[in-house]
């Protein structure tokens, strides 16, 4: 049995840091004796009303007022703060553009001029046409809040689904806009979460999954359980929709239902948790039955495309690192499934059938790598890529002879190119004229050993010609988790950091998916310290190394990667200078009980479990700061609508570090008004974060800002 033990109010206190000019005051947050037993350990939680969401309850609200007055009177002083915003505008000021993709005999692709909150959708018959604006994200809102968070044409061309999300939040509202016309027709979608459209072949409408409506109060917070699978007939009212496929016994399961290209068949996909395990059923269109054709959540089944009643799947059934199979319907037993592609020596991605061909994204080192097969399996032909970077796109139908991918690193911006499937061809199709000079850095890819002695990749990119001194300002970046990886990548903002003549270091730690499900599994569970351990061992070799020192190293990440800061700057407060965790995930006892938390049992575990209650207990950033010890210069950014790691976790985290700095580095939290996890966050406020972060980083690492060459000029 739990029990809650409410022990009264303490007197609220005031906390005060000692910063390089005079004193940082912080606001006075009360602490609300909370105790509770949990498998016989009690646990102190003294900010968890903070959890309660700032729409809801004003003490929070006022909590969130008085601390971004600290924090941005704090940057705001900060004389690099302006210089930043202004290169960082003028460096973002260049077009970019998405890959195109073809539906109904149309082109379509996403375009921003360079300032524009949100990217512009544009349309056209061919490629050498003159394009037509079809939507303007833009003129949806005041503020640029409200983001296109998804596109699906119907098979003739002529509609689109269009999924809208406002102020970040996870939920979308699915519209119809009329392709013709560019206005929106009648329909709307609500209460929609991470679930897509998928239209059947007749045009008639198309399958979506959402939730029931929240209680008033709880859209932001409450648990989201039960998702069902629903059809929209165009024109109808979505009360009107019919519910394709639910599981009442099941809450945690979520669904998606789709139609195969030659329309004879509809797929069901479930998924529980995030593990890429699924459960795969199909059945004939114009029925109403599904038919298990995988029946237990053990692998990886993500459908490619089908030839009749043969289905093509990459899976990670005995092939840890991935490979493509054909499953027969007519012939569904194990026994007869038949192996297309086998696993290779690198990590399969994600494959497409494209022109007649399986084009496979892989990755070796973290780097992409393309093969093309014929659909027996027989290799074609490796993509040439410019460089070492990151490639993708490749999307498509059998039927298409050409697809669309883009290529980019570090330190070089995104060109799409076109790429012929028949001759293997690939031409520049656009590319980016961003305000540098790429020829002034370069890209190292380095391996360290970990505390266990396993050999981690580390890409570090830096003005040519650097000092290994150990003086320069270094921003080292990790994720290690839920299987996703890190190759290089293109960022507008490192491009600032990298004129500063920092290093910008990224980790490719385990409970990532660089090297497939053996990587993951080393870093998810019981493993999860060895994420830690990655992370703080790649900070020992940079400093080892003399690319840089302790008070010059500052640590990154979101999420899952504010997670990995947050645990930690809390075991090695001593190795970084600064310390930068968004969104993440700081209360390893409580995930679970918001939102879409519980998924998240995949990676970590369940608190309810006494076993992993112990592994988290140990590492959760927030019950591990100590009162009396010094950590690091700290900037905490989160946004208040933040519905997928709820801004709690920050909330609290940042609370409890101001109660126990016993240092002179100052502990901030920046929490960011109508934004969310991050996604469709506006240009405008993604500007003025990341200067706010560098300017933070120039104050606590001693970075001399604007140069003085360039202060000169």
């Given at each position: 049995?739990?029990?809650?033990?409410?022990?009264?109010?303490?007197?609220?206190?005031?906390?005060?840091?000692?910063?390089?000019?005079?004193?940082?005051?912080?606001?006075?947050?009360?602490?609300?004796?909370?105790?509770?037993?949990?498998?016989?350990?009690?646990?102190?939680?003294?900010?968890?009303?903070?959890?309660?969401?700032?729409?809801?309850?004003?003490?929070?609200?006022?909590?969130?007022?008085?601390?971004?007055?600290?924090?941005?009177?704090?940057?705001?002083?900060?004389?690099?703060?302006?210089?930043?915003?202004?290169?960082?505008?003028?460096?973002?000021?260049?077009?970019?553009?998405?890959?195109?993709?073809?539906?109904?005999?149309?082109?379509?692709?996403?375009r921003n001029d360079g300032l524009q909150n949100q990217a512009v959708l544009y349309t056209l018959n061919k490629l050498e046409a003159q394009p037509r604006l079809l939507l303007d994200p833009n003129k949806l809102s005041k503020d640029g809040t409200v983001a296109l968070g998804g596109f699906e044409v119907s098979p003739d061309g002529k509609k689109a689904v269009v999924s809208l999300s406002e102020a970040g939040s996870d939920w979308t509202t699915m519209k119809v806009l009329d392709i013709a016309t560019g206005q929106f027709d009648s329909d709307e979608i609500k209460w929609v979460k991470f679930s897509g459209a998928s239209w059947s072949r007749d045009n008639k409408g198309f399958f979506y999954s959402r939730y029931d409506e929240p209680k008033e109060g709880t859209a932001f917070t409450g648990a989201n359980k039960f998702q069902k699978a629903y059809y929209h007939v165009l024109g109808t009212p979505q009360k009107e929709d019919k519910l394709v496929y639910e599981r009442k016994d099941q809450p945690d399961w979520s669904f998606s239902v789709g139609q195969t290209e030659d329309g004879k068949y509809d797929l069901l996909v479930t998924r529980t948790g995030t593990d890429a395990k699924y459960r795969v059923a199909w059945r004939e269109v114009g029925t109403e039955k599904f038919i298990d054709l995988i029946d237990k959540f053990e692998n990886e089944y993500s459908y490619i495309d089908n030839e009749g009643s043969v289905f093509f799947f990459k899976t990670d059934f005995e092939a840890p690192r991935g490979r493509v199979i054909a499953i027969d319907l007519k012939k569904p037993d194990r026994a007869n499934w038949k192996e297309i592609?086998?696993?290779?020596?690198?990590?399969?991605?994600?494959?497409?059938?494209?022109?007649?061909?399986?084009?496979?994204?892989?990755?070796?080192?973290?780097?992409?790598?393309?093969?093309?097969?014929?659909?027996?399996?027989?290799?074609?032909?490796?993509?040439?890529?410019?460089?070492?970077?990151?490639?993708?796109?490749?999307?498509?139908?059998?039927?298409?002879?050409?697809?669309?991918?883009?290529?980019?690193?570090?330190?070089?911006?995104?060109?799409?190119?076109?790429?012929?499937?028949?001759?293997?061809?690939?031409?520049?199709?656009?590319?980016?004229?961003?305000?540098?000079?790429?020829?002034?850095?370069?890209?190292?890819?380095?391996?360290?050993?970990?505390?266990?002695?396993?050999?981690?990749p580390l890409f570090l990119t830096y003005k040519k010609g650097l000092k290994k001194d150990g003086s320069n300002p270094t921003l080292l970046y990790g994720y290690g988790g839920f299987n996703i990886s890190l190759p290089p990548a293109f960022s507008i903002g490192r491009i600032a950091w990298l004129e500063m003549g920092g290093i910008y270091a990224q980790a490719n730690l385990r409970g990532g998916g660089e090297y497939g499900k053996t990587w993951h599994d080393a870093g998810r569970l019981k493993n999860k310290q060895n994420v830690f351990d990655d992370f703080i061992a790649a900070a020992e070799y940079l400093i080892a190394e003399k690319y840089t020192s302790a008070k010059k190293l500052a640590i990154k990440g979101g999420s899952n990667g504010g997670l990995l800061v947050g645990a930690c700057m809390v075991q090695r407060p001593d190795l970084f200078g600064a310390c930068l965790p968004a969104v993440g995930v700081m209360d390893m006892l409580r995930f679970h009980k918001f939102t879409i938390g519980r998924y998240w049992v995949d990676d970590y575990g369940s608190p309810d479990d006494p076993e992993y209650f112990k592994i988290l207990y140990a590492y959760s950033p927030y019950h591990n700061l100590k009162k009396g010890v010094k950590y690091p210069a700290t900037l905490i950014t989160t946004g208040d609508t933040d519905d997928r790691v709820v801004p709690g976790h920050s909330f609290k985290f940042a609370a409890m570090l101001q109660h126990c700095q016993a240092g002179p580095a100052p502990v901030l939290i920046r929490i960011e008004t109508r934004a969310g996890h991050g996604a469709g966050k506006p240009t405008t406020k993604i500007i003025q974060e990341l200067a706010d972060e560098y300017a933070f980083l120039v104050k606590e690492l001693g970075i001399p800002y604007p140069a003085k060459e360039a202060a000169s000029e």
């Open positions: 049995m739990k029990s809650l033990l409410f022990l009264g109010l303490l007197a609220t206190v005031t906390l005060l840091a000692k910063a390089a000019e005079g004193e940082l005051t912080y606001p006075s947050t009360k602490r609300v004796e909370v105790v509770e037993k949990l498998h016989g350990t009690e646990v102190a939680d003294s900010y968890r009303w903070l959890e309660e969401d700032v729409r809801v309850n004003k003490e929070v609200a006022q909590w969130v007022e008085d601390q971004n007055k600290v924090t941005f009177g704090y940057l705001e002083k900060i004389p690099a703060r302006q210089p930043l915003v202004k290169r960082l505008t003028e460096l973002w000021n260049y077009e970019r553009y998405s890959a195109p993709f073809k539906e109904g005999g149309r082109y379509f692709y996403f592609i086998p696993q290779a020596e690198e990590k399969l991605g994600s494959v497409s059938m494209v022109g007649g061909q399986l084009i496979c994204s892989y990755l070796k080192d973290a780097k992409s790598v393309i093969k093309c097969f014929t659909p027996e399996g027989k290799f074609v032909r490796e993509v040439k890529l410019p460089g070492i970077g990151s490639a993708g796109g490749f999307g498509g139908k059998k039927d298409d002879s050409e697809t669309f991918y883009t290529f980019n690193s570090f330190a070089v911006p995104p060109t799409i190119y076109r790429y012929d499937v028949k001759t293997g061809e690939s031409k520049v199709f656009r590319t980016s004229a961003v305000k540098f000079d790429p020829s002034l850095y370069t890209t190292e890819q380095v391996f360290y050993k970990s505390k266990d002695g396993t050999k981690v």
